[in-house]
Nanobody
Framework: QVQLVESGGGLVQAGGSLRLSCAAPESIFRISVMGWYRQAPGKQRELVAAITSGGATNYADSVKGRFTISRDNAKNAAYLQMNTLKPEDTAVYYC??????????WGKGTLVTVSS
């Protein structure tokens, strides 16, 4: 388990944008898969987006075309740019790191609230 620090959540109106950031330890970041999950009230946690160490990405269908995951290996950080936000995007967003052994680490989460 490594420490992940998320930031960037908050309250935004529908149609607006937010960018989430996740800082990870330098020693492992570059060789790990980074991801963002979210959990809305009363719902199961779901994968939003992931990015491999080589930069390959995948997205949940619900966010394709609106969200972009990226990583900056020089800063040991991953990002989730969220555009055209909808009320149904309201959730706690969690940063995750999967190391080459397949072990997952999770951040504490950051709340995103989208008002209609």
């Amino acid at each position: 388990q490594v420490q992940l620090v998320e930031s960037g959540g908050g309250l935004v109106q529908a149609g607006g944008s937010l960018r989430l950031s996740c800082a990870a330890p330098e020693s492992i970041f570059r060789i790990s898969v980074m991801g963002w999950y979210r959990q809305a009230p009363g719902k199961q946690r779901e994968l939003v987006a992931a990015i491999t160490s080589g930069g390959a990405t995948n997205y949940a269908d619900s966010v394709k075309g609106r969200f972009t995951i990226s990583r900056d290996n020089a800063k040991n950080a991953a990002y989730l740019q969220m555009n055209t936000l909808k009320p149904e995007d309201t959730a706690v967003y969690y940063c995750t790191l999967k190391n080459p052994l397949g072990m997952d680490s999770w951040g504490k989460g950051t709340l995103v609230t989208v008002s209609s």
